[in-house]
């Protein structure tokens, strides 16, 4: 695939994250949040959302029923952990063949000022043609990350004060076909081991 030797070059941002993540609790709570809190037996991520396609199509969480999803947060200027994890759904889904056809892989991004619908077209292709990207205002954004318990923050960059990146959670959440919560994998699991456990799933 187009992307896939991105993943080489990541190698040394990941160990580096995996530090921070294993030395600062805060750290690890923001990009890996505690998503299998639960009440009443079911976990409290997802909800309803409405946003804007990599087409231009104003799209709700319903258009979405019937099927999995794979639900990703990140967005299309990220230069590692992104990446990382869309060449990791891209690959479990390649693995699982004719049951990929089960799962929509979905990115939300959570860089509205400069992710418009055109240029989530162009990321978004370099990965799976299958993936969906999305974007929306600022507050369709702020209400979709909330729902999916997803910390995200601008980043500004002291070297260039006109340019920022953005801090968020790192998680791939898997969601039935009613919309409902049910496990989740980070950037760094096997993509063997993924498509292992989707496929136990489906």
Same mark, same amino acid.
């Given at each position: 695939?187009?992307?896939?030797?991105?993943? !080489?070059?990541? #190698? /040394?941002?990941? $160990?580096?994250?995996? +530090?921070?993540?294993? @030395?600062? &609790?805060?750290?690890?709570?923001?990009?890996?949040?505690?998503?299998?809190?639960?009440?009443?037996?079911?976990?409290?991520?997802?909800?309803?959302?409405?946003?804007?396609?990599?087409?231009?199509?104003?799209?709700?969480?319903?258009?979405?029923?019937?099927?999995?999803?794979?639900?990703?947060?990140?967005?299309?200027?990220?230069?590692? !952990?992104?990446? #990382? /994890?869309?060449? $990791?759904?891209?690959? +479990?889904?390649?693995? @699982?063949? &004719?049951?990929?056809?089960?799962?929509?892989?979905?990115?939300?991004?959570?860089?509205?000022?400069?992710?418009?619908?055109?240029?989530l077209a162009a990321y978004v292709k370099n990965f799976d043609?299958?993936?969906?990207?999305?974007?929306?205002?600022?507050?369709?954004?702020?209400?979709?990350?909330?729902?999916?318990?997803?910390?995200?923050?601008?980043?500004?960059?002291?070297?260039?004060?006109?340019?920022?990146?953005?801090?968020?959670?790192?998680?791939?959440?898997?969601?039935?076909?009613?919309?409902?919560?049910?496990?989740?994998?980070?950037?760094?699991?096997?993509?063997?081991?993924?498509?292992?456990?989707?496929?136990?799933?489906?």
């Amino acid at each position: 695939m187009a992307a896939r030797p991105i993943v !080489i070059g990541i #190698a /040394g941002a990941a $160990l580096g994250l995996a +530090a921070a993540v294993a @030395l600062l &609790p805060q750290v690890r709570e923001r990009l890996f949040p505690s998503v299998e809190r639960q009440v009443s037996g079911k976990a409290l991520v997802g909800g309803a959302f409405m946003l804007t396609d990599n087409t231009g199509k104003r799209v709700t969480d319903q258009d979405f029923r019937g099927k999995y999803m794979l639900v990703f947060f990140g967005y299309t200027s990220c230069p590692d !952990i992104c990446p #990382a /994890g869309l060449q $990791l759904m891209a690959g +479990a889904l390649e693995k @699982l063949g &004719p049951k990929a056809a089960h799962i929509t892989p979905i990115f939300i991004s959570v860089d509205p000022e400069r992710d418009t619908p055109e240029k989530l077209a162009a990321y978004v292709k370099n990965f799976d043609p299958r993936l969906v990207g999305l974007t929306g205002t600022p507050e369709e954004i702020a209400a979709v990350a909330k729902a999916y318990k997803v910390y995200y923050a601008k980043a500004p960059n002291k070297e260039r004060p006109d340019d920022y990146t953005m801090d968020h959670t790192s998680i791939i959440y898997v969601m039935d076909p009613k919309g409902e919560f049910v496990t989740h994998f980070t950037p760094a699991t096997n993509v063997d081991e993924m498509a292992a456990k989707l496929d136990k799933i489906l």
